[in-house]
């Protein structure tokens, strides 16, 4: 007897109809949990994978180093969204932790894409993490999903990350969602608050490299966005106008009223945070959300001054829209 088909299938298009199950991968991160906020506001079904025992029905063991993973699970679900790997913020970036920022990316992604190989019905969307790091240092380049790969660390874990994705079945539509600079209440904002909460907000080296950004609103909402969407191969997640770094920090300053009269010399980076401040902090990337806005997608965060005054202050964003996660 045939499998009776999973919710979510059957639109003559080829794309999903109706809730989905999605199982998510990195699911307790700062994106995780807005995600699955989103994907349930939206009446999907959420299903995670967990390196502890389970808790609950809806949460399955894995051990992505050893590519420990029951592939039955994924005849169950329409979709996966990975989001697991270790923090690039994390400094110095020592020999070691630059190979677990690799590995931990490389494992996850293989694991899954094998396991998805191996069931017999492989869920019909992949999502992938991956990172405008990709880019490298590109000034007054726009750069947009058909740019070229730059040079560094991060431009080749990207690379090597992609590629593992693309393991997924051929019959799996595969996306790789390039990030950058989430405006969230953790990652590497976290930082950058402290210090402005402290009056040591500075800008760092010119000002006048772009940082690409994107609100975490509209991070859950895009990848939300994605699972219906035709859409293949690498997508940029940042939001619709660039900004530089002078302007980021300027912009969180103001909100947080504290001054922003310091500067971090280029050299202070280079020599401070050493090859992750080289990569993180110094490099300009004028990244485009090209394929979002060719299909229509809406940011509710168009500029990163409205980013970062949500942010700061959530609580009036809920009282000027009640119904926050909608995309």
Do not use: C
Request: net charge positive; no cysteine.
């Amino acid at each position: 007897m045939a499998a009776a088909p999973r919710a979510g299938r059957g639109s003559s298009a080829g794309r999903p109809s109706g809730p989905l199950t999605v199982l998510v991968a990195g699911a307790s991160g700062m994106i995780g949990s807005e995600l699955q906020r989103q994907l349930r506001a939206h009446g999907h079904a959420v299903r995670t994978l967990v390196r502890r025992p389970p808790r609950s029905e809806t949460e399955f063991a894995w051990s992505p180093e050893s590519r420990v993973l029951d592939a039955r699970i994924l005849d169950e679900v329409d979709a996966v969204v990975n989001l697991s790997g270790a923090s690039i913020s994390r400094i110095p970036w020592t020999s070691g932790w630059k190979k677990q920022i690799l590995d931990s990316r490389i494992g996850a992604t293989r694991a899954l894409a094998e396991a998805m190989g191996m069931a017999e019905r492989p869920p019909a969307t992949f999502i992938s993490g991956s990172a405008v790091g990709y880019y490298g240092d590109r000034p007054g380049v726009r750069l947009t999903e058909e740019s070229g790969k730059g040079e560094g660390f991060l431009a080749d874990v990207v690379e090597a990350w992609e590629l593992a994705a693309q393991l997924a079945p051929e019959r799996t539509r595969t996306v790789m969602v390039r990030t950058g600079l989430v405006i969230g209440p953790g990652g590497a904002m976290g930082p950058l608050r402290l210090l402005t909460r402290v009056g040591l907000a500075a800008r760092v080296a010119s000002g006048g490299q772009h940082w690409p950004w994107i609100s975490l609103h509209d991070e859950a909402a895009a990848i939300v966005h994605l699972l219906g969407s035709g859409l293949r191969g690498p997508v940029n997640l940042a939001g619709p106008t660039p900004a530089t770094s002078a302007r980021v920090t300027r912009a969180l300053a103001t909100e947080m009223r504290r001054p922003h009269a310091l500067v971090l010399p280029e050299a202070a980076v280079a020599i401070g945070m050493g090859e992750a401040g080289r990569e993180l902090l110094l490099p300009s990337q004028k990244v485009v959300p090209a394929k979002l806005l060719a299909e229509g997608f809406r940011f509710r965060h168009e500029t990163i001054e409205q980013a970062i005054a949500d942010l700061v202050h959530p609580e009036i964003a809920e009282v000027a829209d009640p119904a926050a996660g909608a995309a």
